[in-house]
């Protein structure tokens, strides 16, 4: 799983932003989220380290299966 550390987040709308780590000297970029692919979406919060999953969308790559780390 990579990781990363959430940058911006929607609770209203029910989605987010990524901030994924540098993996093996390449940039991991900022990917989109979206609350039914994270398990304790209502509990995340901004800056939070978080591991994920990536998948292409039709938008680009995109985070599934975002869990919150300690």
Sequence with gaps: MAKGIIKKLNNERGFGFITAEV???KKGGDLFFHRSMATD???MNEGDPVEFESEDSKKGPRAVNVKRVA
């Design 41 to 43: 979406f209502d509990t």
């Design 23 to 25: 993996v093996d000297g």
